[in-house]
């Protein structure tokens, strides 16, 4: 039976479950040259200075109900806002990679690839020899995670004790799976030999949500996991018991490279003050205490046990494809533009999903009145045309999408003024990121609008400046989660 689980897990995370990474709009890096390129050319930077010169905190975290999600189109999770609060304290663009590999992750952080490991990291001597911790983010300590009875309802609690591993000793010859290279088979170990017993110790490469959701089906009798992350999953899973301890209270942290001390000095200056902040118990409370977190579990729009990110989904599948744009990057714009709300408007006459301009939607035959479908392909055929017109003139897609974003947000008028003004003083007219954009951002200053080569005048640049950037980091987060292997692993599930 234990051989069949696990043959079984291995089979179906075998591709998933080593780290997904993810770099600016292109696809997924092979893993074997995973950030060749920034180690060739970033390799010194180990410190705060120099991430600061680079301008973003290249973090990773796991995905799971807790800590990295996305939901109704929204990236959330408990390590996600924390991680974006540090970001906004350190005047950094976050930059968020997502893996349930505990060992890659080590990896990864000591090769210089991430700058943060941002998760649940359990606090011990072993692992300080590998990495520095930050100041605890929180506390917690073990549990065993075990079904109750099926009538425990009419049980009392005596007998429901009878019924379940209470006592440590409990344990002997029982099998518990728990996360490979995760503290709590190594607390497992330490309680097979305190006890005399020999505990089964059965280590999977599976993270320990989706353990704790195998015991509730039943595949499984045992996992350990954090209490906090425990008590979440209960409230899913009522009939699950968490109450028996295995270990005493632990710190939980972040992790950076040894010799990061900046960046550790940096961290630890504001998570100290920032948890006892009344938005750090806001924070927390939303996710560990908070009960609605079943009804967001349970949505077909929870995106990591769904795949879907709005009920619109099918239909941008469809028109994106349509243009062999990704759909994801679709659905971050509509995101942007409506918060998926066919009925919104703006103050400048933009209506519908797309918020299409009454001139423009005209032009691609629909109207107020037009149904969200009709909407979405008016949208994508205005996007299509956009990405024509700069078709011969930035052949790099992924470069190109930029322009087209910034386009449909300020019109192409804008953009082309941007690239003039570029071309003109120096700066690269085929580039976006810290080229054109400067000068889309220079729109709104007289001496920049009046220049002779400025044909449609003032823009108010910041907005689509910000436009641009919001949906690239958006599209990542999509990326990161609505990932069709990771979503059939969680799916398959139970």
Sequence with gaps: MEMKIIKKIVVILALILTPVFFDGCGESANKSSEFSQDRENNHTLSDFEQIQERGKLVVVTDYNSTSYFIYRGQPMGYQYQMLQELANFLDLRLEVKVSNDLEESFNNLNQGNIDLIAINLTVTADRKEKVTFTYPHTQTRQVLVQRMPENYKNMHQSQLDDSLVRNQLDLAEKSVYVQKGSV????LKSLSNEIGADINIIQVPVESEQLIQMVARGEIDYTVTDENVAKVNKSYFPYLDVATAISFKQNLAWAVRKGSTELKTEIDTWLEDFKSTRRYAVIYNKYFENQHSVSIVKSDYYALGSGKISKYDDVIKRESERIGWDWRLV???????????????????????????????????????SSPESQIRAGVSFIKWL?????????????????????????KGHVDDARRLAKKYGDNPDIWDDNVEIWLLNKSQPNYYRDPVVKYGYARGVETYNYVKQVIDRYEHYKNIIDSDIVATVQSMP
């Design 331 to 369: 659905s971050s714009m509509v995101y942007q533009e409506s918060r998926f709300n066919p009925n919104a408007e703006s103050w400048a006459g933009a209506f519908g999903l797309m918020q299409l301009m009454p001139g423009t939607a005209s032009r691609f035959g629909v109207g107020r009145n």
């Design 387 to 411: 990405d024509n017109r700069f078709d011969d003139e930035i052949p790099d897609f992924s470069e190109r999408t930029k322009f087209v974003l910034a386009s449909y947000n300020v019109g």
């Design 184 to 187: 709590y088979a190594a607390r």
